[in-house]
Nanobody, 125 residues
Framework: QVQLVESGGGSVQAGGSLRLSCAAS????????TAWFRQAPGKEREFVAA????????YYADSVKGRFTISRDNAKNTVYLQMSNLKPEDTAVYYC??????????????????WGQGTQVTVSS
């Protein structure tokens, strides 16, 4: 099993940047494909970005491509989401997800067994 704890959320103006972190427990973090999802009020949880187990391959939703960057440091058991040129429509609770059986890049939330508690990102215009 793995436990996930997100941090780094906050309030920024449009055009600003934030970096989210997801710290994982456990010694086999490199066995887990990981992803970031987000959920805005009244909306379904949606895929944002994913990264392969060794960090060699990344995947992005079209809405964030070119603005967000996902990365991981397996030595630190941490996954990051660097968000730049933020827009008001990026406002949501951001969740880190992981699973040791899912194919890297899976964009379906239900495929991931492990989730963090979420961190709020608010972008004002």
């Amino acid at each position: 099993q793995v436990q996930l704890v997100e941090s780094g959320g906050g309030s920024v103006q449009a055009g600003g940047s934030l970096r989210l972190s997801c710290a994982a427990s456990g010694r086999t973090f490199s066995s887990y494909a990981t992803a970031w999802f987000r959920q805005a009020p009244g909306k379904e949880r949606e895929f944002v970005a994913a990264i392969s187990r060794r960090g060699r391959t990344t995947y992005y939703a079209d809405s964030v491509k070119g603005r967000f960057t996902i990365s991981r440091d397996n030595a630190k058991n941490t996954v990051y989401l660097q968000m730049s040129n933020l827009k008001p429509e990026d406002t949501a609770v951001y969740y880190c997800a992981a699973d040791d059986k899912v194919q890297a890049g899976t964009m379906v939330a239900n495929a991931y067994d492990y989730w963090g508690q979420g961190t709020q990102v608010t972008v004002s215009s």
